[in-house]
Each structure stands twice: as structure tokens, then as C-alpha cells.
RNA sequence: GCGGGGGUCGCCUAGCCUGGUCAAUGGCGCGAGGCUUAGAACCUCGUCCCGUUGGGGUGCGCGGGUUCAAAUCCCGCCCCCCGCACCA
């Protein structure tokens, strides 16, 4: 037995059940899942975040809310016009990678070329695989970005002048890792080696040469460390060259040049230097105008700083290396050198990096534990350092503080520059190595804006986040969020509309979209040319007047109106549901933009974070070749078991597993069900409701309340185990008491309670079950059963039948014999409250602590029922339940050889005498 | 390094905020039985150890502590995963 969820899917577009429209008075609720890049076909990671925000919808309408739920497709970006370029050059990964893992037929593997027919392609198929997977989303309002979609450039635009004037983009320059042969940023996922390396500031520090109007310009991540300064190193070993920087001349390693360059400096080469000229002279020190040697090292790094360096020995492991070096060896100007000490760390001497180096035994500047060394000192000293007395006004200032201080002073005597450099090598896919270029005229995001961060946490702090722990994050994030660059020169998007050379960037044209969707279907009509910013001014703010503003785009003012009446009743946004990937990125960005352009009232609600998606365990990527798509998944198990399997998975942001096995066991538990709930309808009765019909009602009244209680606390997976496992027990349950024999009232309550519930979870198996009932064409159009008040005698009853059942089943597993009979000795009323009132001291003890353990529904209660008539009401379940006959009687009725036993009865507990 | 999440009975997962009702939730797997010509599926029961009467022992990363009582609270330690920006 199988679900025809094509179907369905049929008879909710014939219904149109997901079209949301404006019905004044009725409560709305706004469900978004973040548009997805149209790179590739969706997966099931998509498939686990989407299907959340689908229970959430269906749920709410459920609920009686009118819920919209739209759904749109990011273009913007490199990556797709990257992977078009590649395939126009003929790269054949790329082909076999579009054939293979994506299953793109070859005929439009060709036609990839142009990226917009790509992401085209992968649009219509990607939302084919949303609407199978039974998402119930309102598809007039679709849209996709760049300018391949006018409309919503235009709608980008509005937003971009709109933040420009509110002084919340700014143009200035950023350093980017940089690949001078491709000439252009190089991101993690382009290089081949140096993953997770950024631009690191360094300082240029500058060393007059003594009797010369050279300057050795020294590279150092430890400005503060001059005061320790007692000679200069350079490589005999490498190129040196003179060049013209800033009105100096300055001698620097041959590689710094054009990272210089790069960096913004003027840099006019003036030709060789050969170091072995230099090595013995010497040079001043700024800021305390010492001199000091220029001596010979062999540790310095033609690709690190400028090759030159300043020497610490007393701080930095390689100089007192370096100098230990040339000491033992005899070199002459080394010999009297010794270091100095200006910096004071809890842990160590006067000379940690001299404590270090013998410490770890290391033998020379080329030894590879120096590098380690190096890394603990540095730490140790940023940490916990202080300036010594030796320095001059900084003393008594802690590293951290001095390092800017010390620098700043540099700067002032134009002896300091600002130098980006990466800590460790990165390597372009194209083999060539980087450097750290400053991109100038960059526009950015000023989310460093103390304001807009405020507005930010003010938005964070009032609204749903879930689980609690994402809040936090999103608390982090916005404190140490900088400016972020929001346009690149390539790609696909939308051009800034005062500076057409850029292009918004992905994260940047994704923050606010969620109010385009409120006129998306409605703005088409508009002829996009003539759209203006007077137009989203009216229909987002309210601002100018409506007649002027339609005249003047040519918009019929009532469509106008419509569309403002739209965006009123929509927004804000109640839930956005994403994966955790996106805190601290997309959806912190979302709040910024939001909190920026539109007031408290329309802010976002909620958004409900989940883990990320692992499948068997392992980590979804293409180089693994696990990624299962969301087509994949469903044409073998069916769209509700893939969703039962990613909703049941995993809560919080845990991360999720895909398994097929339970994917497997999921879809046929989906048949099972069907079948359960077709024998339930074909066999029930007419009747008078009995004790096991009331407990089950009271389940559904239980299951209405918890199953809405976890959805309206994106407690989603819970939720899921709840409606599809738990409650399906539960009727499980109910058909063993009722021995297959339902009452026909409590069968309908049942299956509607039932498809009710798994209609948020498994939209098609909720279907079948609701069609049982022959009540309309679809459960989307049903209201969720209403939890009402239980009748607690009926559970008390159960409970206390259920628990004889399984303390027999626990004597009988530890005697092992066959039983021909259990006959079991109950307390009634008066004998109950006799005993409550003075409970035999030998019994004490026993009944205290069993007390303890007791269902509390059973213990507020006891002494007010007869449980000698309960368990006689139930024996014949009791008997099947247990496969052996069984008697219930009073604890006087016990003949001679039971009395022993049945003298143990207390209330709530019978006795067990087992008959062989 | 900074920030976030986490380590639970073969595996995955719940519980932890608000200590006792927790040998601890649910699923998977496994075992037994039923059904079946057989198998798959399905249904029932079982699944830490000991126990011929509903009990006891051990136990929730490791080590301490608080408490009548700790998976749950406090302190220290170890380990794993994720994010850290010009990129979707």
C-alpha cells in the first residue's frame, strides 16, 4: 500500500491551497526559507531546512492563520559564470561533474555556457523538486535575482539608494588576498594550499643607515619590540633592490616590491643592492636612536615581509638563534652582543626566547621546532606582557596596549607603515603564489556602525530565536562585524545604481527580498522600466502621494494600492528558517538591513536555526560524491518518507543524518499506517464510549496540545517523532484494549486527529488518512483538533491496569516458569484509606519508597477509587495482554496458602500470586 | 587564537535550564515469537549485569565537589564538530 503522492499534488494545484491572498481581519503568519544558489541541482540538505519551514506553514494554516509561504532562487555571483567559463573552455571535470553527480542530460550540458541559461535550468528543475518534495509555497510570488529579473533589480535598487542616503554604505579599500596572475581576490575554495589564511597587519618599520639617506624598511608583526632592538638581519643569500617609497629610499627584499605595489605604495625600483654591501654597517634605531649592526641571517624568508628584519634576541626565538649562530662561529660584530630584555611575562625570565630555546633544545636557526617557539612566546607575551622599565613612556603598559602605541609613535615620525601580509603561504588554483593586494573604491556595508549595531541587538533581543544558544551567536557576530564589502566587478547581479562598474554581491542582495515577495506577482504588471524608487517608496513607507506617485510610473493606481495593502497585511516576517551555516552571515545581515530600512513594527518575528545535514554519517560534498539530491531521495523512498527521515533526525542545531535505512523503514512504516488506519474505519462500531475510548480520546486531546506546543517552538523534530511515531503507538495501544473493536466515533476522531497531525510531517500520508473520512478534498482545508480537558479517571484507570500488566510481566520474566494462572489481590476504596490512614509499620518503609516512584496522576488519587473494581472492569485485557488467565481479587479473599503473598497488597500496588 | 555547539545504554538521538517519578526517550540494528509454501514486509515481545515475586548492582567523556539525593548544579581536565568575511 502506497501513497500516489503525484496525486496530490495534483488535486493542492487544483485547489490552489497554497495561493496566500490578502483576507483583511484574518491573522497571517510569514514563512521564508533562504533563496538557494542556482548552481546545481538542490540536495538533501536543502530538502531538511525547506521541510521545517513547510511543517511551520502547514501547521499555522492548520491553525486557521493565512499563511504565505514564497519561495525564490539566488543567482547573484561568481560561482555560476566561473563554472560557464570553464565549460566554454572546454574543462572536462566540469562535464563530467554536470553529468555524473548532477544528471544534466548532454544536450544542456552544452548550452551551460552562458551561466544564465544555467542557472535557468537549474531554477525550473530545482523548483520541480520543491514541489514534489511537498512544499506548500505560493509560486506567483517567485522570483530570482540579478538583473535577469528586472523587477527584483529594481527592488534592489530602491534598496541600495534607500540605505546610501540613511549613510549606510560607504566607498573606501580592503585588503584581499590576491593572485597576481589571475589578478583577482583569491577566496578558500580557490586555492590550492593555505585554506582559512587571511591578511594578517604587519608593520613597516624604518632603520636609517648610518652616514646614508637609505633606510632598511624592516617587516614585523611586534612594533613594540624596538626597545629590545640590538642589531638588523639580512639574507646574503637573497635579492635585495633600492626603491623610491614615500619620498625615502628604501632598501627591501626583491619579492616585496610588488606587494608593495599591490599594497598602495608608490614604489619606484631604483635597482640592486647586493646585502653582503650593507652586512656590517650599521643603523638607527628609531624612537630611541640607537645604532646597531646589520649582521648575516639565513632563517629570513624572501616571501615573508620585506626580508629584512629586526633583531630581539632577548623575545624572538630566531634572533637569539640567529645570533647564537654567528656567536659560536666566531663572527666578529656578534660577539659582544647580548640581548635585551624589555618585556616582563608571568612564567618566564629575563629572556624568554633565550628559556624557550634551551628549554626545547633547539639547535639552530634552521631547526623546525623554532617555529613553535616562536608561536608560544609571541602568545605568551601578548597575553600576559608588560613593558619594562627600559622603554621609555611605555613602560608599565601591557603588549597589547603598546604594540599600537609604539606604532602609532612611528608613524608619526614617518618611520611606521601599515604592510598586510599572509602568516602562512597561499597557493592560487593556478599554482601561483599570493599576495596581499588592497582593492580600492570597494562600497561597503558600515555594519561597523555603533547604531545600526545597537538597532541590531535591540532586533536580536526582542525576537523568537531558536534554539536560545543562537541568540547568543547572532549577539557575537554583531559585535565583531566590520565594514563588509557589498559589490564585486564580476559575476552576475544587480549594478549599484550610482556606480554601474559594481555589482550588489550575494550576501548583500539577499537581506530584505522577503518584502518583494509581498508584491512580487503583482509588480510584473508593472512595466519595469518605468519602475522608480517613488514606487517602493509608496509601497513600502507610505510616502508621497499615490496618485502623483502611479502617474508617474505609469501604474494603475489601484494595482499600486493593492500592492501596498499587501506588504501591510504580510509583513514582517514571523519565521525564517535556515541552517546554521547562515548565522553568521545571511541572517545576521537580514536583521541589519531590516532593523536599517523599515521600522520596529515590520521587523522579523522569528528565525529558527537547525544543523547542518551529514548523510551516513559523513559530510555532504561533492568531492566525497555523497551528495543525494532531493529528486534522488524521493523517486526511491517517496517525498514523506524523505521528509519523516530529515524532520525525526535531529534537533537544535545538531546536525541532521540522512540514512537510508531509516528512510527505508520510514516508508514502510508510511504503508503500515495507511493500513491501520484503513482496518481501523472498516471495523469500527457504534457505541457507547467505554474507559479505553475516553483514554483515547484524552490522546488526542494530549497529542493536539503537545504536537502544536513543540511546532510553535520549532521544536520540530520532537514534534515529528510525536505525530508520526509516538501518537501512531498510541492507537496501537488503544486497538489491543478495545481488542481491534474501535468505537466508529472515536475512529473518525482518530483518523482526523491523525491526518491532522501528520499533515505538517508527511502532507501525502495525510492525505490518504483524511480521505478515509470522506470530508473534503484535502486536510489542508481541516482545522487542527482542538485539545480539550481529559478525563483523568479514564487515565488513571489505564495507568493502573498498564502498570499490573507490566509488574506481572516482570515476575513472570524472573521465576521462568509457564504460569497456568495469576491471581491477583487489590486493595478497594475503604480498605485503601484505612490503610493510607495508618499504614502497617512493617510496611512502612516499602510503601514510602515505592510512593516516591509513583505516577503522580495515580498517587494524587489514591484512596479515592475502588482498584479492586478497576483491575476486575479490565481482566479479560489484562489476560490477553499477559496470555494467561487471571483473577482479581480482595486482599481478604485470599485462601491459606495465597495469604502470604497477598499480604504484601498496598494501594496502588496489588499483590502477584503466580499459579504453576 | 576568538566565538558557537557537543561528548548519554551496539549506532543515532531525547533528557540537563526548573536535581528525586531516570536503567534513563524515540528510531535503527539485533534476538525470540506470530503471520507466510519460503523469504521480504508487517505484528508482538525482548535487548547493561545479577535475581524462581514486582528487587539489587553498575551506569550518562574523565577527575573532584555540593546534596538526604546528580546524566541533571559547581570546579578542573580531555576529546569532537562548526564559523572567523570580499564567499555562496
Known sequence: MSVNEEKWLDEWDKNRLFEANVIPGRPKFFVTFPIPYMNGPVHLGHAYTLSRADVIARYYRLKGYNVIFPQGWH????????????????????????????????????????????ARYYTERNKNSFKRLGASIDWRREFHTTVDDPWFSKFIEWQYLTLREMGYVKQGSHPVVWCPRDKSPVGDHDRLKGEGVYPVEFRIVLFKVAESEEYLAAATLRSETIYGTTNIWLSPELEYVRARVDGKTWVVGKEAIKKLRDQMFSVEELGP???????????????????????????????????????????????????????????????????????????????????????????????????????????????????????????GVSVSAA?????????????????????????????????????????????????????????????????????????????????????????LGTPLPWDKDWLVE??????????????AHLIRKVNPSSISKGLFD???????????????????????????????????????????????????????HHVALFDRDRWPRSISVNGMLTVEGEKMSKSKGNVITIDEAINIYGADAVRVALLSSSEYMNDANWSSRVAASVKERIAS???????????????????????????????????????????????????????????????????????????????????????????FLAEELYSLLKRGPSVMLAEWPKAGEPDLNADLEINLVNSLVSDVKEVLKVIK??????VVYAHDQSSSEEFLKSTPPDKKGRFMK?????????????????????????????????????????????????LQKASLSMPGKPAIVVER
Open 850 to 898: 515505592f510512593m516516591r516512584e509513583l505516577d503522580p496522576l495515580v498517587k494524587d488519587r489514591l484512596g479515592s477509587f475502588n482498584e479492586l473494581e478497576i483491575y476486575r472492569r479490565h481482566v479479560e485485557y489484562i489476560s490477553s495482554e499477559l496470555g494467561v488467565p487471571v483473577q482479581v481479587r480482595g486482599i481478604g479473599e485470599a485462601p491459606a496458602e495465597h
Open 273 to 395: 643592492v647586493d646585502p653582503k654591501s650593507l652586512i656590517g654597517k650599521e643603523v638607527v634605531v628609531p624612537v630611541i636612536n640607537r645604532t646597531v649592526k646589520i649582521l648575516p641571517a639565513t632563517f629570513i624568508d624572501k616571501d615573508i615581509g620585506t626580508a629584512v628584519v629586526y633583531s630581539v634576541p632577548a623575545h624572538a626565538p630566531y634572533d637569539y638563534l640567529a645570533l647564537r649562530d654567528l656567536q659560536s662561529s666566531g663572527y666578529r660584530d656578534a660577539l659582544d652582543i647580548k640581548p635585551i630584555s624589555i618585556i616582563e611575562v608571568k612564567g618566564y625570565g629575563e629572556f624568554p626566547a633565550v628559556e624557550i630555546v634551551e628549554k626545547m633544545k633547539i639547535k639552530s636557526q634552521a631547526d623546525a621546532l623554532a617555529d613553535e617557539a616562536t608561536k608560544e612566546i609571541y602568545a605568551a607575551e601578548l597575553r600576559e606582557g608588560r613593558m619594562k622599565g627600559n622603554c621609555g613612556e611605555f613602560a
Open 75 to 118: 543567482w547573484t555571483g561568481q560561482p555560476i559564470v566561473s563554472a560557464a567559463e570553464r565549460l566554454a573552455k572546454g574543462d572536462q571535470s566540469m562535464v563530467k561533474e554536470f553529468k555524473e553527480i548532477d544528471k544534466v542530460p548532454d544536450e544542456i550540458i552544452q548550452k551551460f555556457k552562458d551561466p544564465v541559461f544555467m
Open 538 to 592: 509608496y509601497v513600502y513607507y507610505g510616502k508621497g502621494n499615490p496618485k502623483e506617485v502611479a502617474a508617474a510610473t505609469g501604474v494603475d493606481p489601484a494595482l499600486l494600492e493593492a500592492m501596498r495593502s499587501e506588504f501591510l497585511y504580510w509583513y514582517p516576517v514571523d519565521v525564517r528558517v535556515s541552517a546554521k551555516e547562515l548565522v553568521p552571515n545571511h541572517l545576521t545581515f537580514f536583521i541589519f
Open 817 to 822: 516458569v509457564r504460569p497456568k494462572a495469576v
Open 403 to 491: 604594540r599600537k602605541l609604539v606604532f602609532d609613535k612611528l608613524s608619526e615620525l614617518g618611520l611606521g607603515y601599515t604592510f598586510y601580509e599572509l602568516p602562512e603561504p597561499v597557493i592560487c588554483r593556478c599554482t601561483t603564489r599570493c599576495h596581499v593586494k588592497i582593492l580600492e573604491n570597494q562600497w561597503f556595508l558600515k555594519y561597523s556602525d555603533e547604531r545600526w549595531k545597537e538597532l541590531t541587538r535591540e532586533c536580536i533581543n526582542s525576537m523568537k530565536v531558536s534554539p536560545e544558544e543562537a541568540r547568543r551567536w547572532f549577539l557575537d557576530v554583531v559585535d565583531w562585524l566590520q565594514d563588509y564589502p557589498c559589490a564585486r566587478q564580476s559575476g
Open 506 to 519: 550575494t550576501l548583500s542582495d539577499s537581506t530584505v527580498y522577503m518584502a518583494f515577495y509581498t508584491i
Open 673 to 763: 499506517t495507511i493500513k491501520l488506519a484503513k482496518s481501523i474505519m472498516d471495523s469500527a462500531v457504534k457505541r457507547e464510549p467505554n474507559v479505553y475510548d475516553i483514554w483515547m480520546t484524552n490522546r488526542i486531546y494530549e497529542y493536539s496540545e503537545k504536537i502544536g506546543r513543540l511546532i510553535e517552538s520549532y521544536t520540530i523534530k520532537e514534534a515529528a517523532v510525536a505525530a508520526f511515531y509516538e501518537f501512531g503507538e498510541r492507537v496501537r495501544e488503544y486497538m489491543k484494549m478495545v481488542n481491534q473493536v474501535p468505537s466508529k466515533d472515536v475512529a473518525e476522531n482518530l483518523v482526523n486527529a491523525w491526518a491532522a497531525y501528520l499533515a505538517p510531517f508527511a502532507p
